[in-house]
């Protein structure tokens, strides 16, 4: 999947369908900007930030961005938990 091909992806995951499932699936988030920050923390392993200049859909390599988006598919797909992607995130950013 070329870059173009995959921000599209990324930016209907995370502003679409995850917002959408947030209620039924009970996710501790439903912002889309929270989304983002699980997803791609979870795909570099540690706070994107420190690793990836603003903003991270133009800046972040693509095989993160491709992670990412696994990661989120997973969740959607009920096939991982969105809430132990979120507490390892808050944990990277000293937040628990």
């Not at 603003?54 to 990412?68: E, F, G, M």
Request: glycine letters at 6%; charged letters at 25%; a neutral charge.
């Amino acid at each position: 999947m070329d870059r173009d091909a995959l921000v599209s992806h990324w930016f209907e995951l995370t502003r679409e369908r995850m917002p959408a499932l947030a209620s039924e699936r009970g996710w501790p988030v439903r912002f889309d900007h929270c989304f983002q920050r699980i997803l791609l923390d979870n795909a570099v392993g540690a706070k994107w930030s420190d690793h990836i200049a603003s903003p991270a859909y133009k800046n972040a390599p693509v095989r993160v961005l491709q992670d990412a988006i696994d990661i989120g598919e997973a969740c959607a797909a009920g096939r991982a938990e969105l809430a132990a992607f979120n507490r390892l995130s808050l944990e990277w950013r000293g937040k628990l």
